[in-house]
């Protein structure tokens, strides 16, 4: 690691694939800061990220969803010494059908996955855009791609933040800063844990790690992860709607 | 010392916290099987991120008896639990603090040995023993109190934990070293995971010099010849194993025995290129036949080889990590495998006498390993090492036919005093358990109520 250690700032630290992306930059000697609710939790990781050889960790317990982006982000640049990326990967899946019965549990789902967001999406662009570097990774989702029946408000509120993530890459291009959205299909995590049969389309949280901390060094605005979710997304969101309304997804 | 139980702390972040309370705990899974992959009982499984949801799980009133799991690298029931839930501890699998002046490792129960390894390696620092496979969870390591190569050297996995952390089934977190705490911390390793959750364990490692092996192989064609050469193999060689040819009942096999070289850099390995078996083969691939054929050929292969080679690490220690899944190899039936040790006085007969009843059975067995145990004692209650050899040998699944040879070797292990490996079973009766372990009923009076496994279910009626 000749290169000065990368300074990063992991929003929903505690998510599985935010740690195992905070792994891989740990064994480069990287300095993170981890953002999350569970001070316990995140006292773990970082424990973790030092053996494994972080130069540095900083722990900000908040919540993402309803704390200052802004002010927040620059005080941890401060603590960094300074800001080479932040990994937005924190986010709620929702249970649809409550979704549809409840606007305020919708509310509150989009205040989640998209409003606040776009506020650290915004504050992160503000910040590369100055100093003419950095890399905005925002985990979105195929969900995103096309609205079905079984998750579309999660699918909604992530397609709102495909968007945004895109303009903020077109507006950074002339800096040379940059904006990537991964589009995660199915990952063995957490979130997923109750879904009992895991076929081969199933990712574990490990690819997406590697997926991630390339997409921070270089590529284009939109990862697939595993990479084969562009073919399948394309197929599925060229379906004509006749025959896709008549299909259980 | 006893910790409280953080109280559970509510988040709206799933992502971060797993399934919401609305949803069952632990979901019924149909894939989770031991290595041996004989039982096919569905399993009512959790897979945790993190300590602070344990609590929850552990109290689960849905299922009242638990059982914490690794990678299910033991062969039989042990690492079951169809009557009550599975705890999957591979999710807590954060380093917590290694101190590279001193070798002290502290881990939470699911970091693999292949993790620590990969950690600790370019430090100069090696494992202070391993088992055949680098896929078992520090968790499982104290567990099964496993052994390795160097046994006559180091003793077992067990004897360099200098502490662990519990959760027992009552919510209580308990820190068990040899000295806090001891009767507990005896049950516990070697314990099958029925004195409570283990959440942490804290190990000396051992230093090496480099990550390379200095590995001699010596073909040997008579039990007489492998005994001399374990004999005179103890002062001189750090690790010591041989692979015996069970088609054959002469004795046949090869021995190695290696020291680690003095220098030659400390590359960790890496586990992302691996190979894996795809499928389960045909139940007719492992028969007398082909077995009879691979043995010949791994015999000739090694008598041609044999001299003094370089291996790195994971080429010494871990051969059959190199293909991921090899227990497919044997079918939907699966196989069953039999370790037993025979202790000094009565190994020679009962050596014998176990290789004549294999060949005689014709039940093909290509994996059958033979190696001498140290004095060292093991520290836990049920621990399986003692001063004595062992052998363990892998058998397709044949259903009663090999149920039965087994008993047959069952007879001459307790004619010889001899004892079974747990973490190797999933057949073995009550008073064979009893006998091979004198100190189960103290083991028992320390075993927690919340726990329980298929295998004790069954060894302790």
Same mark, same amino acid.
């Given at each position: 690691?000749?290169?000065?250690?990368?300074?990063?700032?992991?929003?929903?630290?505690?998510?599985?694939?935010?740690?195992?992306?905070?792994?891989?930059?740990?064994?480069?000697?990287?300095?993170?800061?981890?953002?999350?609710?569970?001070?316990?939790?995140?006292?773990?990781?970082?424990?973790?990220?030092?053996?494994?050889?972080?130069?540095?960790?900083?722990?900000?317990?908040?919540?993402?969803?309803?704390?200052?982006?802004?002010?927040?982000?620059?005080?941890?640049?401060?603590?960094?010494?300074?800001?080479?990326?932040?990994?937005?990967?924190?986010?709620?899946?929702?249970?649809?059908?409550?979704?549809?019965?409840?606007? =305020?549990?919708?509310?509150?789902?989009?205040?989640?996955?998209?409003?606040?967001?776009?506020?650290?999406?915004?504050?992160?662009?503000?910040?590369?855009?100055?100093?003419?570097?950095?890399?905005?990774?925002?985990?979105?989702?195929?969900?995103?791609?096309?609205?079905?029946?079984?998750?579309?408000?999660?699918? =909604?509120?992530?397609?709102?933040?495909?968007?945004?993530?895109?303009?903020?890459?077109?507006?950074?291009?002339?800096?040379?800063?940059?904006?990537?959205?991964?589009?995660?299909?199915?990952?063995?995590?957490?979130?997923?844990?109750?879904?009992?049969?895991?076929?081969?389309?199933?990712?574990?949280?490990?690819?997406?790690?590697?997926?991630?901390?390339?997409?921070?060094?270089?590529?284009?605005?939109?990862?697939?992860?595993?990479?084969?979710?562009?073919?399948?997304?394309?197929?599925?969101?060229?379906?004509?709607?006749?025959?896709?309304?008549?299909?259980?997804? | 010392?006893?910790?409280?139980?953080?109280?559970? /702390? /509510?988040?709206?972040?799933?992502?971060?916290?797993?399934?919401?309370?609305?949803?069952?705990?632990?979901?019924?899974?149909?894939?989770?099987?031991? %290595?041996?992959?004989?039982?096919?009982?569905?399993?009512?499984?959790?897979?945790?991120?993190?300590?602070?949801?344990?609590?929850?799980?552990?109290?689960?009133?849905?299922?009242?008896?638990?059982?914490?799991?690794?990678?299910?690298?033991?062969?039989?029931?042990?690492?079951?639990?169809?009557?009550?839930?599975?705890?999957?501890?591979?999710?807590?699998?954060?380093?917590?603090?290694?101190?590279?002046?001193?070798?002290?490792?502290?881990?939470?129960?699911?970091?693999?040995?292949?993790?620590?390894?990969? &950690?600790?390696?370019?430090?100069? %620092?090696?494992?202070?023993?391993?088992?055949?496979?680098?896929?078992?969870?520090?968790?499982?390591?104290?567990?099964?109190?496993?052994?390795?190569?160097?046994? &006559?050297?180091?003793?077992?996995?067990?004897?360099?934990?200098?502490?662990?952390?519990?959760?027992?089934?009552?919510?209580?977190?308990?820190?068990?070293?040899?000295?806090?705490?001891?009767?507990?911390?005896?049950?516990?390793?070697?314990?099958?995971?029925?004195?409570?959750?283990?959440? %942490?364990?804290?190990?000396?490692?051992?230093?090496?010099?480099?990550?390379?092996?200095?590995?001699?192989?010596?073909?040997?064609?008579?039990?007489?010849?492998?005994?001399?050469?374990?004999?005179?193999?103890?002062?001189? &060689?750090?690790?010591?194993?041989?692979?015996?040819?069970?088609?054959?009942?002469?004795?046949?096999?090869?021995?190695?025995?290696?020291?680690?070289?003095? @220098?030659?850099?400390?590359?960790? &390995?890496?586990?992302?290129?691996?190979?894996?078996?795809?499928?389960?083969?045909?139940?007719?691939?492992?028969?007398?036949?082909?077995?009879?054929?691979?043995?010949?050929?791994?015999?000739?292969?090694?008598?041609?080889?044999?001299?003094?080679?370089?291996?790195?690490?994971?080429?010494?220690?871990?051969?059959?990590?190199?293909?991921?899944?090899?227990?497919?190899?044997?079918?939907?039936?699966?196989?069953?495998?039999?370790?037993?040790?025979?202790?000094?006085?009565?190994?020679?007969?009962?050596?014998?006498?176990?290789?004549?009843?294999?060949?005689?059975?014709?039940?093909?067995?290509?994996? @059958?390993?033979?190696?001498?145990?140290?004095?060292?004692?093991?520290?836990?209650?049920?621990?399986? #090492?003692?001063?004595?050899?062992?052998?363990?040998?892998?058998?397709?699944?044949?259903?009663?036919?090999?149920?039965?040879?087994?008993?047959?070797?069952?007879?001459?292990?307790?004619?010889?005093?001899?004892?079974?490996?747990?973490?190797?079973?999933?057949?073995?009766?009550?008073?064979?358990?009893?006998?091979?372990?004198?100190?189960?009923?103290?083991?028992?009076?320390?075993?927690? #109520?919340?726990?329980?496994?298929?295998?004790?279910?069954?060894?302790?009626?």
């Amino acid at each position: 690691m000749n290169a000065a250690p990368k300074r990063i700032v992991i929003l929903g630290a505690a998510s599985a694939m935010a740690e195992v992306a905070g792994r891989l930059w740990a064994a480069e000697g990287a300095r993170l800061a981890l953002v999350g609710r569970n001070a316990d939790r995140l006292e773990a990781i970082a424990a973790d990220l030092r053996v494994r050889g972080a130069a540095a960790v900083e722990i900000e317990v908040a919540d993402c969803a309803s704390v200052d982006a802004t002010s927040t982000l620059d005080a941890l640049a401060q603590r960094l010494g300074g800001l080479d990326v932040v990994l937005l990967a924190y986010g709620v899946p929702g249970d649809q059908s409550q979704l549809e019965r409840d606007p =305020a549990a919708t509310a509150d789902l989009l205040q989640t996955n998209f409003v606040s967001a776009a506020a650290w999406c915004l504050a992160a662009a503000d910040c590369f855009e100055r100093q003419r570097s950095g890399a905005l990774v925002v985990i979105g989702s195929v969900a995103g791609d096309r609205g079905r029946a079984s998750n579309y408000v999660y699918g =909604a509120s992530k397609a709102g933040l495909a968007t945004l993530v895109e303009g903020v890459a077109h507006r950074l291009a002339k800096s040379g800063a940059r904006a990537v959205l991964i589009k995660p299909g199915f990952v063995d995590t957490p979130m997923t844990a109750h879904i009992a049969k895991k076929g081969p389309l199933w990712a574990q949280p490990e690819a997406l790690g590697q997926t991630i901390v390339k997409a921070a060094n270089k590529g284009g605005p939109v990862a697939y992860a595993p990479f084969y979710w562009r073919g399948i997304m394309a197929v599925i969101r060229n379906v004509p709607a006749p025959i896709f309304h008549r299909m259980n997804l | 010392m006893t910790e409280t139980e953080p109280l559970p /702390r /509510r988040s709206a972040h799933e992502v971060e916290t797993g399934p919401s309370a609305t949803r069952q705990r632990f979901v019924e899974r149909g894939d989770i099987v031991a %290595w041996g992959r004989v039982d096919r009982r569905p399993q009512h499984w959790a897979r945790p991120q993190f300590r602070d949801e344990l609590g929850d799980l552990i109290r689960d009133p849905a299922w009242p008896e638990k059982l914490a799991i690794g990678l299910r690298r033991s062969y039989g029931d042990s690492c079951l639990n169809s009557g009550g839930a599975l705890v999957d501890m591979t999710g807590l699998d954060r380093l917590i603090a290694f101190d590279p002046l001193s070798g002290r490792l502290r881990g939470e129960a699911g970091v693999s040995l292949s993790e620590a390894i990969r &950690h600790i390696v370019p430090h100069g %620092w090696f494992l202070p023993t391993t088992p055949g496979t680098r896929f078992v969870t520090l968790g499982g390591a104290v567990a099964n109190d496993v052994h390795g190569k160097n046994h &006559h050297m180091a003793g077992t996995f067990g004897s360099s934990v200098t502490a662990l952390g519990l959760l027992r089934g009552d919510g209580s977190r308990v820190m068990a070293t040899p000295t806090t705490e001891p009767d507990l911390f005896r049950a516990t390793i070697g314990g099958l995971g029925l004195t409570g959750v283990i959440e %942490w364990v804290e190990f000396a490692l051992a230093p090496i010099p480099s990550g390379l092996l200095d590995v001699e192989i010596a073909p040997f064609e008579t039990l007489e010849a492998f005994w001399s050469l374990a004999a005179e193999s103890v002062g001189s &060689h750090a690790h010591t194993v041989a692979w015996i040819d069970c088609a054959t009942s002469g004795g046949r096999g090869v021995f190695t025995r290696a020291n680690w070289v003095p @220098a030659g850099g400390l590359a960790p &390995h890496n586990d992302r290129s691996l190979r894996a078996i795809p499928f389960e083969f045909p139940g007719f691939a492992l028969n007398r036949l082909s077995v009879g054929a691979f043995n010949e050929f791994y015999y000739r292969l090694h008598k041609m080889k044999a001299a003094r080679q370089r291996q790195d690490y994971q080429t010494y220690f871990y051969p059959l990590d190199s293909i991921r899944s090899w227990n497919r190899l044997y079918g939907v039936r699966g196989m069953r495998q039999y370790q037993c040790v025979i202790p000094w006085g009565e190994e020679r007969v009962a050596l014998s006498a176990l290789l004549a009843e294999i060949a005689r059975a014709g039940q093909a067995s290509f994996l @059958a390993v033979l190696k001498t145990f140290g004095d060292k004692s093991s520290p836990g209650l049920l621990s399986f #090492p003692r001063p004595g050899t062992t052998l363990a040998l892998d058998f397709p699944n044949r259903g009663e036919r090999t149920l039965s040879l087994m008993g047959r070797l069952d007879a001459i292990v307790r004619e010889a005093k001899g004892a079974l490996y747990p973490a190797k079973d999933g057949r073995m009766p009550g008073d064979m358990f009893r006998l091979s372990f004198p100190q189960w009923e103290t083991f028992a009076r320390l075993k927690d #109520p919340a726990m329980n496994s298929d295998f004790w279910r069954r060894v302790s009626q």
